[in-house]
């Protein structure tokens, strides 16, 4: 897991902002809080490394960036 962290040296996180009990924008300043943005910005430090947060407004647009590479982490998500 950690070689394939080592061309971003980020954990790119997907927010997903659909579910309001995991993850919101801050009103003011704009950044995404909550559970999911804790989790993966905790994961990261543990790593040694700084998150990258990608905010999807809805879990359906995961696929895409999924299939492209561009996500190592997913809090909150299930997978059936």
Avoid: Y
């Avoid at 954990?11 to 924008?25: E, K, M, S």
């Avoid at 009103?27 to 947060?53: T, Y």
């Amino acid at each position: 897991f950690l070689k394939s962290l080592e061309p971003t040296c980020r954990l790119r996180a997907v927010i997903n902002l659909g579910n309001r009990i995991l993850a919101n924008c801050d009103r003011v300043s704009g950044h995404p809080v909550g559970v999911s943005v804790d989790l993966a910005s905790e994961l990261a430090c543990h790593l040694g490394i700084e998150p990258e947060f990608l905010m999807l407004k809805k879990v359906g647009r995961l696929s895409l960036p999924l299939r492209l590479g561009q996500v190592d982490f997913c809090p909150g998500q299930t997978w059936s």
